[in-house]
């Protein structure tokens, strides 16, 4: 069984993180981005699995409702019609390769999974979150030490680019070589 809530939906560069490892989940839980806002949860199975699975034998809030079931539709017919799949495997390059080139001489950890993105510093940063806020920038720390971006599939190439700029700015600012 694997979750997907935050990774799956091309957010990798893959449709489903998983691909990246070559396995085939017997169970795939899905939410978030499959409703791109509206809240939706899904429960893909398999297999043996998937016989479990009978009417009226499982339950959802959000389970069923036609207009989030319809909007869900309309998401991955965006995400195929405007290839955001195989545009999220060339911007997460675009953000490594920049992030690695404006940060050379900073102590990190850059790594890059299509747009699921983290820089882990040798300090903790939790500051840089209201720094980037300032300059209209969304982050977030985890683990006090790792700055963690998540733009959306849609991002253009000069957004990319103004991201890379701002953080890299802000990183060298508050932690110099």
Known sequence: MLDEIQTGMGRT???FAY???GILPDVLTLAKALG???PIGACLARGKVAEIFQPGTHGSTFGGNPLVCRVALAVIETIEQNNLVQRTQALGQRFHQGLTSALKGISCDIRVKGLMIGIELDKP???LVNKALEKQLLINVTAERVIRLLPPLILSDAQ???IIA???HLIRENFPA
């Open 13 to 15: 560069g893959e449709w």
């Open 160 to 162: 990319a680019n103004d």
């Open 125 to 127: 940063c939790r500051e």
């Open 19 to 21: 691909q990246h490892a």
């Open 166 to 168: 701002t953080l890299s």
């Open 36 to 38: 791109n806002g509206v």
